[in-house]
């Protein structure tokens, strides 16, 4: 079956560490989205890539980086940079434009600093 | 520009009763309008979507949305609660070319 895999569904952090997320589809999507969600403050964007190569900020770049080296891949670093990174992160991915069909989500994984 | 604004953080109702969750937006172009699902430690689910068809919408388990252009909303409703349906609810529009846009949220309780 198609679908949007997220690793590791838990994941803990000491302060100074990178963290990388990862984020496969196998739904032949262009498009692939991450999205930060805090409590009381909905999704919001933190990077999103339309074709392979190629990737774009969103609202909440700060302290994140990605690269798409591959259709299926979408990979999310969490730098030291960014200063309050604990939060739930979903991967999305979509046909281009997303309007149409809307987006089809991972199940999210779980960030926290310890 | 386009923004999505979800009226009730919180939305408590018995099982049974009736469940009617807000959404209104804001869109400079025509909207395509999406309610998701997401239960606790889950990713969202797509519950329903319009895209310039018929105005009122059915989706899975029940549920069914209505698009009103002239109130610019979407709100979400459901005959019947189950507690099975206990969960969080978001709106999103899409109408830029790149990507959706969530509303807050609105977090359905169902008491038995």
């Known amino acids: 079956d198609g679908g949007i895999t997220q690793s590791p569904k838990y994941l803990f952090r000491k302060e100074g560490q990178n963290v990388t997320l990862s984020c496969e589809q196998n739904?032949?999507?262009?498009?692939m989205y991450w999205y930060r969600q805090d409590p009381g403050q909905g999704l919001r964007l933190i990077y999103y890539?339309?074709?392979?190569?190629?990737?774009q900020k969103g609202d909440i770049a700060e302290g994140y980086s990605v690269s798409r080296e591959k259709k299926e891949s979408f990979p999310l670093t969490v730098t030291s940079a960014q200063k309050n990174p604990t939060a739930f992160y979903l991967c999305?991915?979509?046909?281009?434009?997303?309007?149409?069909?809307?987006?089809?989500f991972g199940s999210g994984t779980r960030l926290t600093v310890v | 520009a386009q923004s999505v604004t979800q009226l009730g953080s919180h939305v408590s109702v018995s099982e049974g009763a009736l469940v009617l969750l807000r959404c209104n937006y804001s869109?400079?172009?025509?909207?395509?309008l999406f309610w998701y699902v997401q239960y606790p430690n889950q990713g969202l689910q797509l519950l329903l979507k319009?895209?310039?068809?018929?105005?009122l919408v059915k989706g899975i388990n029940d549920f069914e949305a209505e698009f009103k252009k002239s109130e610019t909303s979407f709100h979400l409703t459901k005959p019947s609660a189950h507690m099975s349906d206990a969960a969080e609810y978001f709106c999103?529009?899409?109408?830029?070319?790149?990507?959706?846009?969530f509303g807050k949220g609105t977090l359905l309780t169902v008491n038995p």
């Open positions: 999103a529009v899409g109408g830029s070319n790149y990507k959706l846009t």
């Open positions: 319009y895209t310039s068809a018929a105005t």
């Open positions: 890539s339309q074709i392979v190569n190629d990737f």
């Open positions: 739904l032949n999507h262009d498009a």
């Open positions: 869109s400079s172009v025509p909207p395509y």
């Open positions: 999305a991915s979509s046909i281009f434009p997303p309007r149409d069909y809307g987006y089809t």
